[in-house]
């Protein structure tokens, strides 16, 4: 900073600095010339009122000193009428009250926030434990950072917390800053390498990041990381007081196996001995019982290590005192709005001709695998299992599309005619199995690549399986070559054509989404798995709805859309569609996660069916949650009567919607278990059987029996969550309340309110 131009503030001024509104205390001049003074400073801000700071003036970035007059005008207008200055003293009563009251509250009306009373219950229940251990296990859509973030800002605006740390899933991190910054007025720093080098430009290498802000979020990743944890565990030393710990998707913190003393992950480490270090946790997981009774107490242990002991059976009183949870049906029971009807409606789509490319394709591919399988006969287990992993893949592309189908088809083709002309030797070789499926995880890094980055290592993939099971000296090839042709031939005749679905959904939206050629004020979201659909779709709709897409009515979301277009598109698609023209959202499982997408869009359509169940349930959430306007949610999917298969994903789609809506947490123990039976691709001679193992997946009765004792019979029952709820409802303007920055002057004695 130039000295020569240096605005000094002066006692009694108010200055804005490090993002945070100041009054300045004293001014002391140190170097004998005034041009540098030492500015001590007391902080005006709601979370962090009253805190002190001493800065050299000459060397802050930008400090801005606020404008005098401002504050000279206050008074000018004469005194407040009696009425509106007794108001004025009454709430700051109340919030003085509240800092020692437990039962009174400021947080909720200081949110910009439609409260829902359940979603007290959380902040209630923190509020009178002396450090905060909590577990919000309630359902997925009942809006768990909205009860964590009541949490955070009340017990910031007590003084009982002062720095809050974060860690969610990578995908989550940009949800949760946003969500708190919006709701809460609280902002969040997110922590990663471009933080720190920030912050190294600013202040030094050797500033420890963790030092520089008052309120981080850090990935799961992250935090394995020692880069990140070293330094968080310097900041925060053997136990940080006023120090917050809020672990999201808390249930990856759990020892994965069943064994007495199950040996932890990386990240169960890291979790361990970190959350010992802050003075109030905070744990949320829609799934915290993985049907495994020391897993769960080994959860339970690091939220709070006086009730639970790992390897030790918990008490039902103790889960009691610790965990909140609540299910979206008993919810919806009880307050009879709020939370929409999910219809899952599966779109049937018959009377297509055999030579349809879908249909036809289907079964070349089917007798295409019979004949290599009968060649994989004496191979070894490694090389049968590789090639049930290469038909799996094969078949998910085509069940996705027909473009989907023929990149792969076509790299598959030629590998095979190199091994049958002894250009490539047929050896054992390690395969990329995620890869080869083709589909990544949306928080997985190679997600975000460049497409041709993501299609160069699926074709990798794809090259290295061929390779390892592409026997050539095991009877004829005549008929698998001509099979291969067929397939790669139809599959390039038919690649832009619009398919059944293609057709379907136009017809759809214009039935639905549009009068004539004026668009309606709803939207729709199509998902797929591959980004060759992706991009299939949007081709097909823009030359359907208008080539180019002019008034941008139709947008995609994908690994390959940058941070700053998945904002955007986030923004534009919740916006009124009054004020924007967006009208529908083609995405991949990019967007599966960590998206609120519900406040103008009932209706979602799985152009394909992915394999994973828990990919269908975390897709159909992007509209089924929580301030959804629509009574009813449509989750529709295609089903083609016509192609065997589609039985069994048909079968997979509505145990899904059974196994959410009856086993509650223990879904993610059945989920892979389902995946499993998949995963060698899916064979027509074995439908049947198939078909039936699908139907009679479950838990065993142990699992479900530690699961009911250990937690589900722990949650807020019909009777019981009404009490609690009526109770709460009796808060003042609890249904319509949207926060004005006061507190209520109402106290709770049993279900009488007493000024």
Request: one cysteine or more; proline letters at 5%.
């Amino acid at each position: 900073m130039d000295e020569s131009v240096i605005t000094l503030p002066e006692p009694g001024s108010v200055v804005r600095l490090r993002h945070r509104t100041w009054r300045v205390e004293d001014v002391v001049f140190h170097d004998g010339h005034g041009t540098n003074p030492l500015v001590q400073l007391a902080c005006y801000d709601d979370d962090a009122q009253g805190e002190t700071l001493t800065v050299l003036w000459g060397v802050e970035r930008n400090p801005v000193i606020l404008d005098a007059d401002i504050w000279k005008d206050i008074g000018k207008k004469g005194f407040d009428d009696p009425r509106h200055f007794s108001a004025f003293m009454h709430t700051m009563r109340w919030n003085c009250v509240t800092a020692t009251d437990p039962r009174l509250y400021q947080a909720p009306f200081r949110a910009g926030i439609r409260l829902d009373p359940y979603q007290l219950e959380p902040l209630d229940k923190a509020l009178q434990m002396p450090r905060v251990n909590l577990f919000i296990a309630d359902d997925v859509g009942l809006g768990k950072t909205i009860e964590a973030g009541l949490i955070a800002s009340e017990l910031m605006l007590r003084r009982r917390v002062k720095d809050v740390v974060v860690a969610a899933p990578p995908n989550m991190l940009v949800q949760w800053q946003e969500e708190m910054e919006d709701r809460f007025g609280l902002r969040f720093e997110i922590l990663d390498r471009a933080y720190i080098e920030k912050v190294r430009q600013e202040r030094g290498y050797a500033v420890n990041p963790w030092t520089t802000f008052p309120r981080f979020l850090v990935s799961h990743k992250l935090l394995i990381d020692e880069t990140y944890t070293t330094p968080l565990r310097d900041w925060l030393g053997s136990l940080k007081a006023s120090s917050m710990l809020i672990l999201d998707e808390a249930h990856h913190a759990a020892p994965a196996s069943g064994s007495r003393y199950a040996i932890d992950s990386r990240f169960t480490r890291t979790i361990r001995d970190l959350a010992t270090r802050f003075e109030h946790r905070l744990f949320l997981s829609a799934t915290p019982h993985n049907g495994h009774s020391n897993s769960f107490s080994a959860l339970l242990e690091i939220l709070d290590p006086l009730r639970f002991t790992r390897g030790v059976k918990v008490v039902r009183k103790h889960v009691e005192d610790a965990i909140i949870r609540r299910l979206k049906e008993d919810i919806r029971h009880i307050e009879g709005g709020g939370f929409p009807e999910r219809v899952v409606v599966p779109v049937v789509l018959d009377n297509l001709p055999a030579n349809q490319a879908e249909l036809l394709l289907g079964s070349l591919l089917d007798e295409y695998r019979r004949l290599r399988a009968q060649k994989m006969s004496e191979a070894s287990v490694k090389q049968k299992n590789q090639f049930q992993l290469l038909i799996s893949g094969l078949q998910q592309r085509l069940f996705s599309s027909v473009p989907a189908f023929y990149r792969t088809i076509k790299v598959h083709a030629k590998t095979m005619e190199r091994i049958w002309a002894s250009e490539l030797s047929v050896h054992e070789v390690p395969v990329d199995e995620v890869a080869l499926q083709g589909s990544f995880a949306a928080d997985e890094e190679r997600c975000a690549l460049p497409d041709e980055e993501l299609w160069s290592i699926e074709e990798e993939a794809i090259i290295t399986a061929t390779g390892s099971t592409g026997l050539s000296d095991k009877g004829s090839t005549a008929r698998e070559r001509e099979l291969l042709d067929t397939m790669r031939q139809v599959a390039a005749d038919h690649r832009d054509d619009p398919d059944a679905r293609v057709q379907y959904l136009i017809r759809w939206i214009e039935a639905n989404l549009m009068d004539g050629p004026v668009w309606r004020d709803t939207r729709l979201i199509i998902f797929t798995e591959f980004e060759d659909t992706r991009r299939y779709l949007m081709r097909c709709l823009h030359e359907h709805f208008g080539e180019g897409n002019q008034e941008r009515r139709i947008e995609f979301y994908s690994g390959i859309t940058n941070p700053q277009e998945r904002e955007r598109i986030k923004q534009d698609f919740n916006a009124n569609p009054a004020s924007h023209p967006l009208r529908v959202l083609v995405a991949t499982d990019a967007a599966r996660e960590g998206l609120n997408l519900q406040s103008w869009c009932h209706n979602l359509f799985h152009f394909d069916v992915p394999w994973n169940p828990g990919r269908l349930e975390q897709r159909n959430g992007r509209i089924d949650r929580k301030l959804q306007k629509a009574p009813k949610v449509y989750c529709h999917y295609f089903v083609y009567r016509q192609r065997p298969e589609d039985r069994i994903l048909d079968t997979l789609v509505r145990k899904t919607e059974v196994i959410h809506r009856e086993l509650g947490s223990l879904s993610q123990v059945l989920e892979p278990r389902m995946e499993a039976l998949l995963r060698n691709g899916i064979h027509r001679e074995s439908l049947d059987s198939l078909d039936q193992q699908l139907q009679d997946a479950d838990l065993d009765a142990r699992q479900k029996a530690v699961s009911a004792e250990e937690l589900e019979e722990t949650r807020m029952r019909h009777g019981q969550l009404r009490n609690s709820i009526d109770m709460l409802r009796l808060f003042p303007g609890i249904d319509e309340y949207q926060g004005n920055g006061s507190c209520w002057p109402y106290r709770w004695i049993g279900s009488v309110q007493v000024p």
